[in-house]
């Protein structure tokens, strides 16, 4: 074989000329002979060449010298043979280091047996830089992997008959660690393979630690017995650990798997089928413990099952799998569950103000979007307990006061137990504490309509014993509490008034009741009258501005009474009088029909102020109502003198007294000349209370027609003022009816002003349309039924207010 290889070199060089003195040592055998032999194109004769002159070898050494080198086969063949040789025996040796390495069975971790591991290196390098034997070392490797990945898969299938499921998995979690071993080993091994031929052929080949990996999870996690066999293993292993609750023994090879399917990337498919085989086994637990207990206990269940899953899932889980477990166990545990609970556990843990677990409830249910059947169960729950108080009529007097401890309960367990989380937007920075928990908005909400809809269960009445609570709380004052505590308890009962749709009624029982605490002097403060007012006027509702002309009128009538006092002499008994002056329009009251019968010198000295206000007033007609008026009686008892606080009526009766000791029921009606109803009432409050300034007999909590009533000679009171309570203070059934009956006689005259205004915009509209313009109306006084609406209507069509239209029956005209 001949190779030529061209060169330019310089004109002026003198390399030239070494070559020729090499060239004549090797003729004259000065020098061993060579086996290349350099031959110059420009002169054949060294010797002749060398004997001319420096210049003549620069003249003619111009232009391109071309140097030819001429090979001998023979020598060529003998070096390729070598090279093969050792080519074949090094990659000889290369297999057997990675079948060793590769054999379980072998335990040395000095592969070659008497080589090094720099030796293996070594030959790796000379393989794949001086052989170009890459793609043959890459495939051996792929083959020798796939052989041991053989072996492991076949001991692995056939112990899977005679292992325990722990056993099993802790022997192919040895195999895994293994060969995470030996690849490593051989990785090092193979250093040159991986980082020469490998990088240079990076588009067809992967590295090694990648394709042994690649093969060990196709073998082994991608066999379809292995895999299967594994899913039953671990199935085992959960199913008996859920029915001893308790962890086994072998637990701790559970993460070691986990571990390796993490090595291997096969993590994401087992944590599938342990997630799926979780929600079969709960959904199916679910069904069989929701039918053997009562609510409460398998709400208990569910919460420690959800615990043991967490700590379980924590014990052998990757941090970022904790969540999805406990989010499938509560989901597969409580599907279906949610309404049955909320309806039965709920309302026994509210009976019991358990707010630990009702927020134990909220947050479970909560978690997997269960809370509307919760919302609903409290709701229910709250509503049917309004709805017991408000139909209770005989504890009617205890109404507001239930209604209240009802309401605060319930406040209550939203407070402590309906707590949902801040929103992110509301969170305070790192740097300061944490925010607190607010008050869930929809259970604040179910609770204001549980009230608004219970109240409905009796219309109207909720609204008057409302409004009777605030008249009794501010009669009586505030004993003991402070202005703060007593604030507290008024707000308290009139927040109850915001769930009432009757605002009129209220505003009546209301307007009612400050007028006989004003009359009377019995409101405890009339700051707090005040205080009332404004705040139900600027709060609850604008209509309310009746406290204004009350008083006003209280302080004319003062004025009216210091001028006319200066008008007497200082001995006169109309010094004592005190007279209040009302106008009609301002007061809840109408003039009253009924004539008393009063002691000569106090019927004088009315007439006598009678006289002074219409000289001063001419043309105004007074109408006096003695049930209204209050006395101060001095009472001689054996214990000693005593001043009665009392109304004109239990004064009118004690007074008769002074002219006989015992006298019958029959009597005083006819000597008094008061209604029935009335004196029986004032005969209780004297005779039958707790101070008994008169004795009845018999003796009973009734009064009747032959009862005969003597003066209490031995009445005994700690108190030098001595205030006798009046039945008549308390609203009276009667005097209850007839306020609601005046009630709906204001209501016709309401929705027939509110239909004659909407039809006189409108000038014609449907039945449909009218209704609910006039529902929104009046909405702010009352809701009307549906009923008293058309009754209302056909009343206007009928007065020719409205005209109906001849077409269409339920449309109907204005008539101008």
Request: charged content about 30%; overall charge neutral.
């Amino acid at each position: 074989m001949e190779v030529s290889a061209f060169l330019t070199l310089p004109t002026t060089s003198p390399g030239l000329g070494f070559l020729r003195s090499t060239a004549a040592e090797t003729a004259t055998g000065s020098a061993s002979p060579r086996r290349k032999v350099a031959r110059l194109n420009t002169d054949s004769d060294i010797t002749s060449s060398s004997s001319r002159s420096g210049k003549s070898r620069a003249a003619q050494a111009k232009g391109p010298i071309i140097i030819r080198v001429q090979v001998d086969d023979n020598a060529s063949r003998t070096n390729q043979t070598a090279l093969n040789r050792e080519r074949d025996d090094q990659m000889r040796d290369m297999k057997r280091c990675m079948i060793e390495v590769l054999d379980e069975m072998v335990t040395t971790t000095n592969p070659l047996n008497y080589r090094s591991h720099e030796q293996a290196y070594n030959i790796c390098h000379s393989l794949i830089v001086v052989h170009d034997a890459g793609s043959e070392l890459y495939n051996a490797f792929t083959q020798r992997v796939e052989e041991a990945l053989g072996r492991i898969s076949r001991k692995l299938l056939k112990e899977a008959e005679s292992l325990e499921a722990e056993d099993w998995i802790e022997l192919l979690v040895k195999y895994a660690k293994w060969f995470e071993t030996r690849i490593a080993l051989l990785k090092s091994l193979l250093t040159y393979l991986d980082q020469v031929y490998v990088v240079k052929h990076s588009t067809s080949r992967i590295p090694l630690h990648a394709q042994a990996y690649q093969l060990f999870s196709a073998s082994i996690f991608g066999n379809p017995p292995i895999a299967a066999h594994l899913r039953k293993a671990v199935e085992t292993w959960l199913n008996w650990e859920r029915e001893h609750r308790t962890p086994s023994e072998k637990r701790a090879v559970i993460p070691q798997l986990v571990e390796q399917l993490t090595v291997h990337n096969e993590f994401t498919v087992f944590e599938d089928y342990y997630i799926e085989a979780t929600q079969e086994y709960y959904i199916k637990e679910s069904k069989v413990n929701a039918n053997q207990g009562d609510g409460l206990d398998f709400f208990r269940d569910v919460q420690t099952r959800i615990q043991e899953e967490v700590e379980r899932a924590k014990a052998v889980l990757p941090v970022g799998s904790w969540a999805t477990v406990q989010r499938v166990t509560e989901v597969a545990l409580l599907d279906g569950r949610i309404d049955w609970l909320s309806k039965s556990v709920l309302p026994t843990l509210m009976d019991g103000n358990n707010t630990q677990v009702i927020g134990e409830m909220y947050t479970l249910f909560r978690q997997v979007s269960g809370l509307k059947p919760l919302h609903k169960a409290f709701r229910d729950y709250v509503q049917k307990g309004v709805e017991a108080i408000v139909k209770d009529a005989p504890k009617d007097d205890e109404m507001v006061p239930r209604l209240l401890k009802h309401k605060s309960e319930a406040d209550n367990i939203i407070s402590k137990a309906f707590l949902a989380p801040t929103p992110a937007s509301q969170k305070q920075s790192s740097t300061s504490k944490p925010p607190a928990n607010q008050r869930d908005p929809r259970f604040v909400t179910a609770l204001n309509d549980a009230f608004t809809y219970g109240f409905r269960a009796r219309r109207s009445k909720p609204a008057e014993m409302i409004a009777r609570y605030l008249h009794q709380q501010l009669r009586k004052g505030q004993k003991n509490m402070n202005d703060g505590e007593y604030q507290a308890g008024l707000d308290a009962a009139l927040a109850l008034y915001r769930f009432s749709e009757d605002k009129d009624v209220f505003r009546t029982f209301y307007h009612r009741s400050l007028a006989k605490r004003l009359l009377q002097g019995s409101s405890a403060s009339d700051d707090f009258e005040a205080a009332m007012l404004k705040k139900l006027k600027e709060q609850y509702d604008p209509d309310f501005g009746m406290g204004e002309s009350m008083f006003k009128d209280l302080n004319v009538s003062k004025d009216l009474m210091r001028a006319y006092h200066e008008t007497l002499k200082p001995d006169s008994s109309a010094l004592k009088l005190i007279v209040t002056v009302l106008q009609h329009s301002g007061w809840p009251f109408t003039a009253p029909n009924q004539v008393v019968n009063l002691p000569p010198n106090m019927q004088e000295d009315i007439s006598k102020f009678e006289r002074y206000y219409k000289g001063k007033h001419a043309g105004r007609v007074l109408y006096w109502d003695h049930a209204l008026g209050n006395a101060v009686l001095k009472a001689r008892f054996k214990a000693g003198t005593k001043d009665l606080a009392l109304n004109l009526h239990q004064a009118l009766v004690l007074l008769e007294f002074n002219r006989e000791d015992e006298i019958s029921f029959t009597d005083l009606k006819q000597r008094l000349l008061l209604d029935d109803g009335e004196l029986r009432r004032t005969l209780q409050s004297l005779a039958c209370g707790k101070k008994k300034v008169l004795k009845k007999h018999p003796v009973g909590r009734e009064v009747e027609d032959d009862d005969v009533f003597r003066f209490n000679a031995d009445f005994w009171d700690e108190r030098a003022r001595v205030h006798i309570s009046s039945i008549q203070e308390k609203i009276t059934p009667e005097e209850s009816q007839k306020t609601n009956k005046a009630i709906e006689g204001d209501r016709k005259h309401y929705l027939d002003a509110a239909i004659v205004r909407i039809m006189k915009g409108k000038k014609e509209m449907s039945y449909e349309q009218l209704k609910t313009a006039t529902i929104d109306a009046v909405k702010n006084h009352f809701v009307p039924s549906v009923d008293t609406i058309k009754k209302r209507v056909d009343s206007l069509v009928e007065s020719d207010y409205l005209k109906r239209s001849e077409e269409d029956r339920n449309f109907f005209h204005y008539v101008a």
